[in-house]
């Protein structure tokens, strides 16, 4: 990584969380967060932004997969879970909540790090798959519009197909505008004439 992590952790037993800030800032991550609660893990995360959550399931107020959720729901961050439960219950809700990493204590650096790196990992992944999914969904509403304009110059000026879309073309270079904002102005114009 080119730039140091910044990890927000809760936990609520004081010798675990004193281990995590150690162990994170020796491997060099910058811990930005130590929550006690699930509350004020949610309220920091949205207050800092962190790169990652490394959480504690059993915290005051508010779990730590509750968090997790909460947290996700505003802003999709990858987590980490560090816990003393092995039940498949918790690994099941952990999946759910999009949880990265699953650790049960105790834990050693050599458990952390890979962790870590596997979890950054793959939360890249999901994130250029997402960029990609909204790029081709947005690429298929675009052709949509396209397709609903030329069969206006179609219909209006008795034109095929390929001669309506090179119209298309034409008015967006001369324009220097978007196609499909040509589109979209094609579209609204007959709309317009519509109502007329």
């Known amino acids: 990584m ?3 992590l910044r990890i927000a952790v809760a936990e609520d037993e004081t010798c675990m969380k004193k281990y995590l800030q150690e162990t994170l ?3 060099g991550y910058q811990v930005v967060c130590l929550a006690d609660t699930g509350r004020e893990l949610v309220e920091q995360c949205k207050a800092l932004r962190p790169d990652l959550i490394i959480t504690d399931i059993n915290l005051p107020e508010m779990d730590g997969l509750d968090a997790a959720r909460e947290i996700y729901a505003f802003e999709p961050m990858p ?5 003393a439960f092995h039940d498949p219950e918790l690994i099941e809700r952990a999946e759910d909540n999009h949880v990265l990493a699953y650790l049960v204590k105790p834990i050693k650096q050599q458990d952390l790090e890979p962790a870590i790196v596997i979890a950054m990992r793959r939360f890249q992944e999901f994130k250029t798959l997402r960029q990609d999914t909204d790029n081709l969904r947005q690429a298929l509403e675009d052709r949509k519009l396209i397709e609903r304009a ?3 110059l179609m219909r209006r000026s008795s034109l095929e197909e390929a001669e309506a879309f090179r119209r298309l073309q034409k008015l967006a270079r001369d324009k220097n505008r978007k ?6 102005a094609v579209i609204t114009m007959e709309e317009t004439c519509s109502l007329a």
């Open 2 to 4: 080119t730039r140091s």
């Open 150 to 152: 030329k069969g206006i």
């Open 79 to 83: 987590i980490i879970i560090v816990t």
């Open 179 to 184: 196609l499909v904002e040509i589109a979209q």
């Open 25 to 27: 800032t020796l491997l």
